[in-house]
């Protein structure tokens, strides 16, 4: 499929765009091909927007990042050990860039083993769902091929996540929760080879093999959508959400005060994830948190934000009149969460603006 290059990177931020000609330059000066590959290849097929630039060079990919920051005047995080780097852009954009490699898992669960490779095709066979795995050569001309070998755009085209391989929920689990918030970002079906494979590897305890953080770390991706409890909501049907929504009283539990969060309107956008966060363990008692907070590798914050609510929240309800002689102990996120949780209009003199 031939695609006329400047059409679809007008669909990019202009800020953004600002960016190409530079990056372009940079891969003819080293004699080098560079890529668009993954989500913004499909992000600007669908005609959405995408902030961040994730790049692919056939070469090194580290030494092309340095030159590039360089040229830029932009900060610069080298990941040795992946290929990759990271060239920090203004407003906590970046642009991605990343060694043409293969991955080989050693053990379900565990970070992959990279190998530099020429071959294309190997390197995309790497990555999660057919719908993102396309690529288009940056400095190829006006027009260039859409590369997908794997028939994304015709899943793009019907809607479909679709895995690349019958192992890849065990490989990597996390896709389990990429999966979901592909569906369900974008209104689409898990293709039902796909689901049954996922659903095999949920009901075989894959997801036991990763560890809390790398788990956090896709519910933080949650959280940053508008809706974030469909999210939720949809892990939880698949029973992705183990040990950490208990039930369907404790997923109404979250509901509740999900919804009650998002309606806030004196949140900014990271103090609202952070009592996001805290309401999805608010329903556990003071142990399975603690317990919790150590396996999840929460923030002193992030903990105390929740045991903070529960005792307030206690408090409250037991005995109010104690509030004024021991609000001071408690932090702010627990005090507005435990404010639009309950209504109750004696925190009020104590919420500072979030």
Known sequence: ???????????????????????????????????????????????????????????????????????????????????????????????????????????????????????????????????????????????????????????????????????????????????????????????????????????GNALKTISGQRQVKEFNLYLREPNPFLFINKAYELGAMAGIVSDHKALESIKKMFDKIMKEKNLNGENRRCLLFASLFLHHDTNEITNMAGHFGMTKKQRSTIIDTKLLMNILREDPSRLNSIIKRYGDHARMLAYIITDNKLLLPYISQQ
Do not use: C, W
């Open 1 to 203: 499929m031939k695609i006329r290059i400047g059409n679809v990177l007008k669909k990019l931020p202009a800020e953004i765009q600002a960016y190409i000609p530079i990056i372009k330059q940079t891969a003819d000066e080293l004699g080098t091909e560079v890529y668009l590959v993954g989500g913004p290849v499909r992000d600007l097929l669908l005609k959405r927007n995408h902030i961040d630039l994730d790049i692919m060079v056939k070469d090194d990919g580290i030494r092309f990042a340095t030159l590039l920051a360089g040229r830029t005047g932009r900060n610069l995080t080298v990941y040795r050990e992946r290929l990759t780097a990271t060239v920090e852009l203004p407003d906590n954009g970046h642009i991605d860039v990343a060694t043409m490699r293969t991955e080989t898992y050693d053990h379900p669960g565990v970070l992959p083993r990279v190998e530099a490779t020429s071959d294309i095709t190997r390197d995309l066979s790497r990555r999660d769902f057919t719908i993102n795995a396309m690529a288009v050569q940056l400095n190829a001309g006006d027009q260039a091929e859409l590369i997908d070998p794997f028939n994304g755009h015709d899943d793009l085209t019907l809607s479909l996540i679709r895995f690349l391989h019958p192992r890849s929920f065990i490989d990597d689990p996390t896709r389990i929760y990429r999966a979901i918030r592909f569906e369900v970002r974008f209104g689409f079906k898990i293709e039902d080879h796909t689901l049954k494979a996922l659903k095999t590897a949920v009901s």
